[in-house]
């Protein structure tokens, strides 16, 4: 399934929703820039050909900025999707950046060491002439790591001969990095969860997360953390349930020595069970179309808060509308990350380095405040937050498109 027909369906509902015209339409709906690649990568047993891809969607606002992943299931449709949904999500926590994506059709898991580096190396190799730090500045994403982003930084500043620690964020704080960066997305989740939730006691509360990789685990880590009881937690492999909350920080430790879930002492449960559980919160923290259709019929949940992209299918969230359940949605939940990743490229520029205090604090603020524009955007409408989010942010791109002269002032 082409994951950018969801993009056309929900940009048809916003269409109808707040009166974008064709040309507003037009300029929503085309990829400013779609790079296409083939390239070699030296594996530990001869040379094998990879195919990936980088769309720089729309650099109204900014430079475009965007993760980079490496998975089998790339493939156009979901890079220029999560391309759109980056462009989006920069306008609703107002940064001064476009929207890219990346990817690379690979199966990494079974990759030793070397031939990850290898590959990363030549992804930059094959891209590095359209990206930069004020052009476009990719990130990590699913199956791509801040070691993975230091081999590419280095591939770069090696080709222009200079250091420019800008070109990349989710970097190792040795290079360059920013604190808190590595838990950011999941940390300005758990804030805007927690300001949604105001006056409810975390510990009434109960979670399901699907997904436990970057996202994942530091959701669950943190809402454990904070007290809210976390029930259910997954893997590709495997879920894991207790009505009584799970020890996430034995969790953690056995994912840590183990790569997996498996063999953990709980309850199994399969993903589609999950997604179903009767709780108070679902987090979708794994993939794109996991809640379908079938999926909102039969959801028990009272709140999800969507940290992975597209975890919601455009038809489920009709019906997750008509059964008033609300949705925190991605290009809102999950913009922790990009924010981030946008304090680190500006101390990356003025080499001038914060403390994790200061950047929990600046986080903190702009989560809040997202929430509350969305929200009101979201009534005035008489919408849902997924809506009320779509609209705030193509409300900023347009308005940047019309200040440069690439739309007719109404
Ligand atoms: P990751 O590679 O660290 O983890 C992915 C997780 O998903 C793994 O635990 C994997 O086992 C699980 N998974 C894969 N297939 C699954 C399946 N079929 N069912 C259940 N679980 C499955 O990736 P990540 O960085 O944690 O990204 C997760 C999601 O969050 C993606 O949608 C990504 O685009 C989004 N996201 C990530 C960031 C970030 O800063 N890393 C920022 C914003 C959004």
């Known amino acids: 399934m082409d994951v950018f027909e969801n993009v056309k369906k929900q940009l048809d509902r916003i269409k109808k929703i707040a009166s974008l015209n064709d040309n507003e339409m037009q300029i929503l709906l085309s990829p400013k820039r779609i790079i296409q690649v083939n390239f070699p990568v030296k594996m530990d047993k001869g040379i094998k050909r990879f195919h990936g891809y980088r769309v720089q969607y729309n ?21 220029k999707s999560l391309a759109f949904w980056m462009a989006l999500k920069c306008a609703v926590v107002d940064i001064p950046y476009g929207g890219a994506k990346g990817g690379v059709e690979v199966d990494v898991h079974d990759f030793s060491e070397r031939e990850l580096e290898n590959l990363s190396r030549a992804y930059i190799r094959a891209i590095y002439d359209v990206i930069g730090p004020t052009k476009d500045i990719p990130a ?11 081999w590419m930084l280095d591939e770069y500043e090696k080709i222009k001969g200079e250091h420019l620690p800008g070109v990349i964020t989710g ?3 040795e290079i360059g990095g920013s604190a808190g960066r590595e838990y950011s997305t999941s940390q300005g989740g758990a804030v805007i969860l927690k300001e949604y939730l105001k006056g409810k006691n975390p510990e009434d509360l109960t979670v399901a997360v699907q997904g436990f ?3 994942g685990s530091f959701i669950a880590k943190i ?15 495997i879920g894991l349930y207790d009505k009584n909350g799970l020890n996430v920080d034995a969790i953690l430790k056995h994912k840590e020595k183990t790569g997996s879930l498996l063999g953990f002492k709980a309850k199994e449960i399969t993903n589609s069970e999950l997604l179903e559980l009767d709780v108070d919160v679902l987090v979708p923290a794994a993939l794109e179309n996991q809640i379908t259709k079938d999926v909102a019929d039969n959801l028990k949940a009272k709140l999800i808060l969507e ?12 019906v997750l509308e008509k059964r008033k359940i609300p949705v925190i949605p991605d290009i809102l939940a999950n913009a922790g990350g990009v924010t981030v990743s946008y304090f680190e490229w500006v101390q990356n520029q003025y080499g001038y380095y914060w403390t994790e ?3 929990l604090d600046k986080l903190g603020r702009i989560m809040v405040k997202s929430l509350n524009d969305v929200r009101k955007v979201a009534q ?12 705030l942010a193509i409300k900023r791109i347009l308005a940047a498109e019309q200040l440069r002269g690439n739309l007719e002032l109404l």
């Open 59 to 79: 650099d109204a606002r900014g430079p475009v900025k965007g993760g980079i992943r490496f998975s089998q299931n790339v493939d156009l449709g979901e890079v």
């Open 213 to 215: 990789g970057n996202v």
């Open 380 to 391: 005035e409408y008489n919408t849902t937050l997924r809506n009320g989010a779509f609209i």
């Open 140 to 150: 990590p994403d699913m199956y791509t790591t801040p070691r993975i982003m230091a």
């Open 223 to 237: 809402l454990h953390q904070w007290r809210y009881n976390v029930v259910a937690v997954s893997d590709s492999r």
């Open 357 to 359: 205090e200061e950047v």
């Open 307 to 318: 940290l992975a992209n597209g975890p919601t299918t455009p038809e489920a969230d009709v």
């Open 171 to 173: 970097k190792p704080i």
